[in-house]
C-alpha cells in the first residue's frame, strides 16, 4: 500500500513515446473463466522478457466461480495481482495461499508445478491480472517458488500531485518493490493517478516497456490512450523514460524488462527454449514428474 511521500520525483527528460496500441481479445480459460487477453503470443518477442498478460473482471459469478483447476506451468513464472476478490492457491509443491483484494502471488514454476487458483466467494467482483514472465535458460529448471503478498506488504508511495503507487516488482522512485529479479529486471507498477497529474518514471533504454490503461484514460507523448488499451512503448535511445498524464483520474500498469534475447519455444503451460525441451516436458508431466 502507498505509503510514502515522495517530494523529489523522479525526472524525465524525454518520453519514450507510443509506438502501437493493442486492445486484447475476449476469450476464456481454466474452467470457463472469462478474461481478456491483453499481451498474446504474438507480442511475445516485441514485450520480452514478458510472455502473456489477462485482465480478468466480472460481477457474474458464472464467468469465473469454476476458477483454474490443477493445470502445470514449467519453465517461467507467474504474477498474479487482484483488485478485487479471493483466490485460493494450492500447488504439487505444497504450497497454499489465499490471494486477498490488492494482493499479488508471485510463483516461479521452475522445472515445474502442478497448481490451482479457485475464487473463494460465491458473489461478487473478481477482478485482477495475471502476467506471465520468462525464466532464462538457465533458471529454467529451478526449483518452484512461491510466495503470497498481503496489499500491507506492497510497498509503495504517493507524489505531491497525489499520485498513488504500488510497487510490486523492480524500484520506482528510490522504493524497491516486494519482488526483484536479476535477470529479467521486472518493473510492475500499479499507478492512481488523480485528475490534473502526471507521473514520470526513468526506464533503462534496453528495456521493453508497456502501459496497460485500466481505469480512465491517459496521455503519453502527446497520444492518448483510452482504457482497456495497452500502450507499447518505443525503444528510442533518446528517451530516457515515460510521462505518464492524466486529465480525469485513471488507473494504468506500467511494465518494463530486460529482453533475455533467448529462443521462446511455447505449447500451452510449458514455456521452454526449443522443440525439444518441450517434448521432454510433455513426458516429464505425463508420467507425474511435476508432483514429486
Known amino acids: 500500500m502507498p505509503q510514502t511521500l515522495i517530494r ?37 518477442r516485441r514485450l520480452d522478457p514478458f510472455l502473456m498478460l489477462d485482465a480478468f473482471g466480472s460481477d457474474k459469478p458464472d464467468d469465473y466461480i469454476a476458477g483454474f483447476p490443477d493445470h502445470p506451468h514449467r ?23 489465499l490471494l486477498e483484494n490488492g494482493g499479488v502471488q508471485w510463483m516461479t514454476a ?10 473463494e466467494q460465491e458473489a461478487g467482483v473478481m477482478e485482477g491480472f495475471q502476467l506471465w514472465l520468462n525464466l532464462p535458460a538457465q533458471d529454467k529448471l529451478c526449483d518452484p517458488w ?9 510497498p509503495g508511495f504517493s507524489t505531491e500531485s497525489g499520485v498513488a503507487v504500488t510497487v510490486i516488482a523492480g524500484t520506482s522512485h528510490d522504493v524497491t518493490g516486494a519482488v526483484v529479479r536479476q535477470a529479467t529486471a521486472p518493473l510492475y507498477l500499479d499507478i492512481h493517478l488523480p485528475a490534473g ?32 488499451r495497452m500502450a ?21 500498469l506500467l511494465l518494463a524488462g530486460q529482453p533475455l534475447n533467448e529462443p521462446i519455444a511455447q505449447y500451452g503451460p510449458f514455456v521452454m527454449n526449443n522443440e525439444q525441451e518441450i517434448y521432454q516436458a510433455l513426458n516429464d508431466y505425463r508420467s507425474g514428474r511435476f508432483v514429486e
Open 8 to 44: 523529489n520525483a523522479e525526472s524525465v527528460a524525454r518520453s519514450r513515446q507510443v509506438a502501437q496500441l493493442v486492445a486484447g481479445k475476449e476469450t476464456s480459460d481454466g474452467a470457463g473463466v472469462k478474461l481478456t487477453r491483453v499481451l498474446s503470443q504474438s507480442l511475445q
Open 75 to 97: 519453465g517461467f513464472e507467474t504474477v498474479t495481482y487482484m483488485i478485487a476478490g479471493r483466490m485460493r492457491h494450492r500447488d504439487s509443491a505444497g504450497h497454499e495461499g
Open 110 to 119: 521452475g522445472r515445474g508445478v502442478v497448481h490451482s487458483e479457485i475464487p
Open 146 to 154: 512461491y510466495r503470497d503478498f498481503a496489499a500491507d506488504d506492497l
Open 197 to 228: 497529474s502526471r507521473f514520470a518514471q526513468v526506464l533503462p533504454v534496453g528495456h521493453n516497456a508497456f502501459v496497460h490503461v485500466y481505469r480512465g484514460d491517459v496521455t503519453i507523448a502527446g497520444q492518448k490512450v483510452p482504457a482497456q
Open 232 to 252: 507499447i512503448l518505443e525503444n528510442a535511445a533518446e528517451a530516457d523514460g515515460v510521462i505518464i498524464e492524466a486529465s480525469t483520474p485513471a488507473r494504468v
